[in-house]
């Protein structure tokens, strides 16, 4: 194949990045610089900035425990982004859903686009659960409007509801639906700020003890799809 389309697929780089890094001078294929247009195979020996990437069509996906103040994007725009947690055979894996920059916790990246999709698409219904500490005790007359559903811009939204601590500021929060920053303005529009949101579950997955800014390779579990 062309080796900007190989440089795209091992990387996640978009086609013309990939072409302006060959342009450059940086990608090298079998210790010479590549030339635009050049053909390789997965038996040649690609390098972008000295470091091999490989074009294995195996599918991957990982599990990574995303720090606060991360944005879940490539180009951040002066905000540090995802990828700078990952090394560069991780940087084709693409984001299953998102986390705002000023969440944290579980987010899967994945080549799967079965997996990602059957993990997004809302006729699957997977559910999510996340650990939430808003700035203020909610009150009982709030908790059962959030439960029962309040009315956003976009629609309509309910939250599942479960105090972890006794100062009523501290919740669990269970919903299958993943829309931009969805919690933060359901608890909005009943006066709440977000203090604090972490995502502990997402399907099948469980972030369990992974430390934060850590990563791990995981499996495909067939049996949430």
Same mark, same amino acid.
């Not at 890094?21 to 590549?34: K, S």
């Not at 369990?208 to 390779?217: A, F, R, V």
């Given at each position: 194949?062309?080796?900007?389309?190989?440089?795209?697929?091992?990387? @996640?780089?978009?086609?013309?990045? /990939? =072409?302006?890094?060959? &342009?450059? %001078? +940086?990608?090298?294929?079998?210790?010479? #610089? *590549?030339?635009? @247009?050049?053909?390789?195979?997965? /038996? =040649?020996?690609?390098? &972008?900035? %000295? +470091?091999?990437?490989?074009?294995?069509? #195996? *599918?991957?996906?990982?599990?990574?425990?995303?720090? /606060?103040?991360?944005?879940?994007?490539?180009?951040?725009?002066?905000?540090?982004?995802?990828?700078?947690?990952?090394?560069?055979?991780?940087?084709?894996?693409?984001?299953?859903?998102?986390?705002?920059?000023?969440?944290?916790?579980?987010?899967?990246?994945?080549?799967?686009?079965?997996?990602?999709?059957?993990?997004?698409?809302?006729?699957?219904?997977?559910?999510?659960?996340?650990?939430?500490?808003?700035?203020?005790?909610?009150?009982?007359?709030?908790?059962?409007?959030?439960?029962?559903?309040?009315?956003?811009?976009?629609?309509?939204?309910?939250?599942?509801?479960?105090?972890?601590?006794?100062?009523?500021?501290?919740?669990?929060?269970?919903?299958?639906?993943?829309?931009?920053?969805?919690?933060?303005?359901?608890?909005?529009?009943?006066?709440?700020?977000?203090?604090?949101?972490?995502?502990?579950?997402?399907?099948?997955?469980?972030?369990?003890?992974?430390?934060?800014?850590?990563?791990?390779?995981?499996?495909?579990?067939?049996?949430?799809?």
């Amino acid at each position: 194949m062309r080796i900007n389309v190989f440089i795209a697929k091992a990387t @996640g780089l978009s086609r013309r990045a /990939a =072409d302006q890094a060959i &342009l450059e %001078g +940086r990608v090298a294929a079998n210790g010479r #610089r *590549a030339e635009a @247009g050049q053909q390789v195979s997965s /038996a =040649d020996t690609i390098t &972008l900035d %000295g +470091r091999p990437v490989s074009g294995s069509d #195996r *599918a991957m996906t990982i599990m990574l425990n995303k720090p /606060a103040g991360y944005v879940v994007s490539r180009a951040g725009q002066g905000s540090r982004t995802i990828y700078d947690l990952l090394p560069a055979e991780y940087h084709r894996l693409k984001p299953v859903g998102r986390l705002d920059k000023d969440s944290s916790g579980l987010l899967l990246l994945t080549s799967d686009g079965q997996l990602a999709n059957q993990l997004t698409h809302p006729r699957y219904n997977k559910t999510k659960l996340y650990e939430v500490e808003l700035d203020k005790p909610l009150t009982v007359a709030d908790k059962k409007a959030i439960e029962q559903g309040v009315e956003l811009e976009d629609g309509p939204s309910a939250l599942q509801l479960k105090a972890l601590e006794s100062n009523q500021k501290s919740w669990q929060v269970v919903m299958s639906e993943g829309r931009n920053r969805q919690i933060r303005r359901t608890f909005a529009a009943r006066g709440y700020t977000v203090a604090g949101l972490y995502r502990t579950n997402f399907g099948g997955y469980n972030l369990g003890e992974l430390p934060k800014g850590k990563y791990q390779e995981v499996s495909v579990q067939k049996q949430y799809l």
